[in-house]
């Protein structure tokens, strides 16, 4: 008999809609369970996926349910929390969603729960470290969205300047997800091409690289300013994240991974490359980097330590 794919979406905001729509288009997963504090909200959801269903690609039971359901799940994603209101601080939202975070882990593991958390509450790194810290789960089974996202932005932009596809750019973006990411560019190419050789060859200097970095980096405030929100492109980016994991992949991809001494940094969840199957993360990469890109990446890790001093343990 064939193991059964479940994911249960915690979170029925834009997001995580977002994602549990991606993954009706996409296929590859058995069931889904939609949990929210909202119950009419769930069922209404529920309801709307599950009249397309005849035009998806595979079978798919979807449902509004309960932390019960994420006893037998192979992956619980939480996207809930509250959204950055103006005037608030970053440390302010944290612990807002720190306690979130804390309450539905709870919930999670009383259930019985024995899979994989992937995270994509904000600010992300620290939900991740909070989802860790209060499940006492093996810290390769809690992992949050991290730098996807931004490096999908990075490839996208690349590939428009260059005119080549998106998925021929291998470039990643490091760090925390915010503002303090980094592009280590040594080990970004155009195919088996370096990028460097690329912007030498095409007389572009540092400064094209630096715009390039400002568009990915302000590239949510921008549509945030535009439309209120960010949603589809993050949950495509957990879609792809969790076919990752259901179909064993093995694939590289930039998540928010608990170092333990790799690149000197230890005891925080951050973006680094990392390897993902249906065991959770098996191996991080640990890139060489230049002595400017190492610094960009203790930096990073430094606003983190300091906001988990903060904000993080007072509530946890």
Known sequence: MVEKRKVVLVGTGFVGMSMAYSLLNQGGVDELVLIDIDKNKT?????????????????????????????????????????????????????INAKIMKDITKQVVDSGFDGIFLIASNPVDLMTYVVQKVSGFPANRVIGSGTVLDTARLRYIISDYLSVSPKNIHAYIM?????????????????????????????????????IHQQVRDAAY????????????????????????????????????????????DGIY?????????????????LPLTKEEQEKLEASANILKEMIQTSIHPVI
């Open 43 to 95: 069922m209404g959801e529920a309801m709307d996926l599950n009249h397309g269903l005849p035009f998806a690609p595979s079978r798919m039971e979807i449902y509004a349910g309960d932390y019960k359901d994420c006893k037998d799940a192979n992956l619980v994603v939480i996207t809930a929390g509250v959204s950055q209101k103006p005037g608030q601080t970053r440390l302010e939202l944290a612990q």
């Open 175 to 211: 760090g925390e997800h915010g503002d303090s990411s980094f592009v280590p560019w040594t080990h970004c190419y155009v195919g088996s091409k370096s990028l460097l050789q690329i912007m030498k060859e095409r007389g572009e200097t540092q400064e094209k690289l630096d715009e």
């Open 222 to 265: 921008q549509i945030i300013q535009y439309k209120k929100a960010t949603y589809y492109a993050i949950g495509i980016s957990l879609t792809r994240i969790i076919k990752a994991i259901i179909n064993n992949e093995n694939a590289i991809l930039t998540v928010s991974t608990y170092l333990q001494g790799q690149y000197g940094i």
């Open 270 to 286: 951050i973006g680094v490359p990392a390897v993902i199957n249906n065991t959770g993360i098996t191996d991080i990469l640990t």
